[in-house]
């Protein structure tokens, strides 16, 4: 994955020092040059999407850079994105930083990420809620029994550190504290799902689009947002609803109403064709 | 041209550590070399961080100190066999297999290991999960026998004959010829032979990475899960936002943990000299 994205970020710098005397959005020969920047988590979805679109339009030529939610709408503030793709909502000091520079940030949202909390198929419990979740993973649960299980110490898998569903699932669902020290940081999705297939009484999260592949290794528990929510199970449908507790909007910012060549890539984006390429990278379609 | 190749490996050891401190040197200011002393290593967080690297050397540590008595047995019973026992064929028909399992790429033996050994070690010690130091320890055990084997070899075999002739010749039986004469004799090779693999357990990363667990505590369990050093930079490194405090603690996690090495080949290569001035 890593390697695809240098590889990806390099062909897109020998593209751009090619294109470097066309800069500008719209040419005279009808080539279209769009940057999308941002989320780390929606790079390789949003490069999906650009491969797409560049195969059907001749001449199209989109570059997209990560650096994360915060660096892409830096960048939509300081002009040098067209695009700014973010797994997060703008801040109120973002807009008020824009309208100090005259640009007006127009959020869409383009699809949601979902994420699963996964225990073995054999663990009798089914439903948490968010506090719970949070409980274990900061290590105030230790034993499946706390929690209506049996009398079972709990293995707390978690991704590495840097990973940003790491820090997303910190914030949703821990309240911002600390991990505890034994939960496991496993190097990848891959490696949660193998190891709770195989230990009865772990607990991951992985996402969405990875827990339905893995349907018969792990069993997805149903969430409530708080003790009188009801526990919903996650699915394309709960997280495109909202009703799912642990899912955000992945957006698109764009500065003013998008018109031109960002308006065509949004709109494919948005097409039945566009939304097919959220569900196979395993995020949710917003419509 | 020829002094140019032999000495280049000594300028490029040399550039290593002075670019790993380079990176390093603005910790030592902000937040101070004493915080790499804590007993905590919590890098992302939206509280305090905590760079303690603590809990990452005695993951190394207990990883380590696990595979090398492991090692001991098999690399050293192994190399006597093959140099004083076995047959020749035995030993046209071992060694190639050796020498297969140093050529086998890490990243295959951590998958054995997660696939094949981890659920096997946590069925036989009925243990909550197989991702544990134990695991880590006998994969990389499993990788630094060959460099073990090779080397003590090299060491029993260069024995002088006469002293094993004499030997015989006063009625010693050859179990005791062995272990009396020539393994003693050949012990420093031995010695330095186990140390160069330890250098090779330490300074693994893939296997490590794949099948301890990386939980960041200080344990001494061997049932329980550790992060190493080198499973920490291979994480890590990464997604680091560059210049950063995390950044220039993880170049200190690389400096101990090539000072290690560094240390533990130069002692081995003192233990090989003195052997072979004998």
Redesign the interface.
């Given at each position: 994955m890593k390697e695809k994205l240098q590889l990806l970020t390099a062909l897109m710098l020998t593209m751009s020092l090619f294109f470097a005397c066309s800069k500008g959005k719209n040419d005279g020969d009808g080539s279209t040059y769009l940057t999308i920047k941002g989320s780390d988590t929606m790079v390789h979805l949003a490069s999906s999407w650009a491969e797409t679109f560049m195969d059907e339009h001749k001449g199209a030529d989109i570059s997209v850079t990560g650096g994360g939610s915060g660096t892409g709408i830096a960048a939509l503030l300081n002009g040098t994105t067209d695009i700014c793709i973010a797994s997060r909502s703008i801040k109120q000091k973002e807009i008020e930083l824009a309208g100090s520079k005259g640009i007006e940030p127009i959020e869409l949202a383009t699809a949601r990420d979902g994420i699963a909390v996964v225990v073995n198929p054999q663990n009798p419990v089914d439903v948490l809620t968010i506090e719970q979740i949070g409980k274990i993973y900061i290590g105030a649960y230790t034993n499946w029994k706390q929690l209506g299980g049996p009398d079972k110490e709990i293995v707390v898998l978690s991704r590495e550190s840097s990973s940003g569903t790491y820090v997303f699932f910190q914030k949703r669902v821990m309240s911002k504290k600390d991990y505890t020290r034994d939960a496991m940081l496993m190097p990848s999705t891959s490696a949660i799902v193998q190891s709770i297939s195989q230990d009865k009484w772990a607990i991951g999260y992985i996402g969405l689009g990875y827990a339905f592949e893995a349907k018969d290794k792990v069993k997805m528990l149903q969430v409530k947002e708080n003790v009188e929510a009801p526990a919903v199970i996650p699915s394309v449908a709960t997280v495109q609803s909202g009703e799912y507790a642990i899912a955000r909007p992945l957006h698109f910012y764009t500065n003013g109403t998008p018109s031109g060549s960002v308006k065509s890539f949004i709109d494919f984006v948005l097409s039945e064709e566009g939304q097919k390429i959220v569900l196979e990278t395993g995020y949710v379609p917003v419509n | 041209m020829l002094v140019g190749g032999a000495s280049t490996s000594i300028l490029v050891v040399f550039l290593i550590f002075l670019f790993l401190g380079k990176e390093a040197i603005p910790f030592i200011e902000e937040p101070g070399l004493g915080s790499l002393f804590e007993t905590?290593w919590?890098?992302?967080?939206?509280?305090q961080q905590a760079f303690g690297v603590l809990?990452l050397f005695t993951g190394s540590l207990v990883v380590t100190v696990l595979a090398t008595i492991l090692l001991l047995p098999f690399g050293v019973f192994g190399a006597i066999y093959i140099a004083e026992i076995g047959s020749s064929v035995e030993r046209s028909f071992l060694k190639p297999f050796i020498e297969v399992l140093a050529g086998i790429p890490s990243v295959v033996i951590g998958f054995f290991g997660?696939?094949v050994l981890?659920?096997a070690l946590?069925y036989v010690f009925n243990l909550?999960?197989?991702?544990t130091a134990i695991t880590g320890a006998i994969l990389l055990a499993l990788m630094a026998i060959p460099t073990v084997i090779s080397i003590s070899e090299d060491a029993i075999r260069s024995v002088p004959a006469a002293y094993k002739e004499a030997s015989l010749a006063l009625g010693a039986g050859k179990l005791q010829t062995i272990f009396r004469i020539i393994v003693p004799a050949a012990l420093p090779g031995i010695i330095a032979a186990i140390m160069l693999g330890m250098g090779r357990v330490i300074g693994e990363t893939m296997a490590v990475?794949?099948v301890t667990?990386?939980?960041?505590?200080i344990t001494f369990n061997p049932f329980d899960?550790v992060?190493t050093m080198t499973a920490t930079i291979a994480?890590?490194m990464?997604?680091?936002a560059f210049g950063s405090q995390h950044y220039q603690a993880l170049f200190w996690v690389g400096l101990i943990l090539l000072v290690i090495t560094f240390g533990l080949n130069i002692v081995a290569q003192k233990v090989l000299r003195k052997y072979q001035i004998r």
């Open positions: - | 905590r919590i890098p992302v967080t939206f509280k809990p997660l696939v981890s659920p946590k909550n999960t197989g991702l990475l794949m667990g990386n939980a960041a505590k899960s992060r994480a890590e990464g997604e680091v």
